[in-house]
């Protein structure tokens, strides 16, 4: 989903920086797309078009090298014949937006969910992460309180999503993993009033910035809507070929004016 994409992109260079404030500029030189966002067009394309997803995450891997690939999957990106590592990164995570948009039910979304994730993070807690956030799409589309939602994600998968962005940043570190990426993702759109604020959340906590952003964003996008500026910015830092996958995937959704003015007009 485009809100993935725009996530990725202002996250991208407070990745290594600790970020610990709301304060920042949203868009900047560096501004860039990173692996997020090139797995994220990846599974899309996959899920649209019914191709294999080992093979059409390898396909924009190499169409794209050097975007941040985790040493795994990067190892995984090389080698045509290895199968899932067993992984339970944040990676299983930040490219499944996709499947909360297209699928028509709760029981659709979860079955695209571990189809795209198990090719890769088949570990249980990387399934559980890629789940969890698209129940959290999903339940938003079908205009859930950001309330229940917290209350459904913890009571089906088991995370812990009591404290603030405020009471988890001091505290906070850089992690590459599931378990201590969604459920602070997740809290950072939940929480958020805006677009904007769930973005400015999810960076401000100082870890994985890119990655947060990018579970953060289609869950605030759906919520809020993307401001046509930002929505914009984000758009023109994306090359064609990703614009054409995310035109195809929102003309698919059928989506209009329920998902908050997020994909009629994508093109600037």
């Known amino acids: 989903m485009l809100g993935a994409c725009i996530g990725d992109i202002i996250g991208s260079v407070y990745e290594f920086n600790a970020w610990k ?15 997020d966002t090139v797995c994220t067009i990846a599974v899309a394309e996959c899920l649209l078009d019914g191709s294999d997803p080992a093979a059409t995450l390898r396909k924009w891997g190499h169409r794209y090298p ?4 985790g040493g795994s999957y990067a190892v995984w990106l090389r080698d045509p014949k290895m199968g899932p590592y067993n992984s339970y990164g944040n990676g299983a995570a930040m490219r499944v937006s996709p499947a909360a948009l297209l699928a028509g039910t709760l029981e659709e979304a979860l079955r695209m969910a571990d189809h795209v994730t198990a090719v890769t993070h088949n570990h249980p807690e990387g399934l559980k992460g890629a789940a969890a956030t698209v129940t ?5 589309r079908q205009g ?3 309330e229940d939602i917290r209350e459904r994600i913890q ?4 995370y812990d999503l009591s404290r603030s962005v405020d009471e988890i940043r001091p505290g906070y570190r850089f992690n590459e993993t599931c378990q201590d990426t969604v459920p602070q993702a ?9 677009f ?6 999810a960076v401000s906590l100082g870890g994985d910035a890119d990655t947060l952003a990018a579970i953060a964003g289609p869950i605030a996008e759906v919520l809020f809507g993307i401001p046509e500026d930002i929505r914009r910015k984000g ?8 614009r054409d996958v995310l035109e195809r995937l929102y003309a698919k959704a059928g989506v209009g004016t329920d998902i908050k003015a997020a994909a009629p007009r994508l093109t600037p």
């Open 186 to 194: 997740i809290v950072s759109a939940l929480e958020a009033t805006s």
């Open 66 to 69: 050097g975007r941040g690939y």
């Open 144 to 146: 859930v309180a950001p």
């Open 196 to 201: 904007e604020d769930a973005i400015r959340n």
């Open 21 to 35: 404030s709301l304060e920042f500029p949203l868009f900047g030189e560096k501004s860039e797309f990173t692996d």
């Open 155 to 158: 009571k089906d998968f088991g």
């Open 235 to 242: 758009w023109m830092r994306l090359p064609k070929d990703m």
């Open 136 to 140: 959290a799409i999903w339940l938003a």
